[in-house]
Antibody, heavy 118, light 108 residues
Framework: EVQLVESGGGLGQPGGSLRLSCAAS????????MSWVRQAPGKGLEWVSA????????YYADFLKGRFTISRDNSKNALYLEMSSLRVEDTAMYYC???????????WGQGILVTVSS | SFELTQPPSVSVSPGQTARITCSAD??????AYWYQQKPGQAPILVIY???ERPSGIPERFSGSTSGTTVTLTIAGVQAEDEADYYC???????????FGGGTKLTVL
């Protein structure tokens, strides 16, 4: 059974940093594209970033403008999102998602809340 | 990048058929995918590759496509189908993913 468990959210300061983690199990992690998707309160889903199975390919939504960095540790079956230069508008639930066949989000974690506020 | 446009809301009575559309603003259109999200829960996939239904998804959920518009159809809507529905696609290189704005399905 695929399991994705996010951690590391919480309160961040504007201009500050936070690191999200996602622990994966139940599938061949090192062969799988992984993504982060977020959802601001009361708003829709928004793709944030993705990373290839090897970690050699990383992809970002245009609106990030280089503020976030996605990475993975295949020895630990872990996915990360380093968030810097945080803005109030980054406040959202962040989901870790298995990107099946590299095209769609077949499995989702339960989400982790990030709140950016002074 | 490209955009996917959905109606903000659709309302149907129990037992009726709900149709939710998703239009792309650019060609060629890649496959579309549909997700259901209930309040306080993570999304779940209900349709993939335009028309395929994952195991465990009821047969009343189906997908179709015509040109650059894809449609999620829920036949014989039940109260439990009340949720937000999102379409999603990716660019042709599979390096950029986009969601539609979401449609709130209300079962009257």
């Amino acid at each position: 059974e695929v399991q994705l468990v996010e951690s590391g959210g919480g309160l961040g300061q504007p201009g500050g940093s936070l690191r999200l983690s996602c622990a994966a199990s139940g599938f061949t992690f090192r062969s799988s594209v992984m993504s982060w998707v977020r959802q601001a309160p009361g708003k829709g889903l928004e793709w944030v970033s993705a990373i290839s199975g090897s970690g050699g390919g990383t992809y970002y939504a245009d609106f990030l403008k280089g503020r976030f960095t996605i990475s993975r540790d295949n020895s630990k079956n872990a996915l990360y999102l380093e968030m810097s230069s945080l803005r109030v508008e980054d406040t959202a639930m962040y989901y870790c998602a298995l990107t099946t066949s590299g095209w769609y989000f077949g499995h989702w974690g339960q989400g982790i809340l990030v709140t950016v506020s002074s | 990048s490209f955009e996917l446009t959905q109606p903000p809301s659709v309302s149907v009575s129990p037992g009726q058929t709900a149709r939710i559309t998703c239009s792309a603003d650019a060609l060629p259109k890649q496959f579309a995918y549909w997700y259901q999200q209930k309040p306080g829960q993570a999304p779940i996939l209900v349709i993939y590759r335009d028309t395929e239904r994952p195991s465990g998804i009821p047969e009343r959920f189906s997908g179709s496509t015509s040109g650059t518009t894809v449609t999620l159809t829920i036949a014989g809507v039940q109260a439990e189908d009340e949720a937000d529905y999102y379409c999603q696609s990716a660019d042709s290189s599979g390096t950029y993913w986009v969601f539609g704005g979401g449609t709130k399905l209300t079962v009257l």
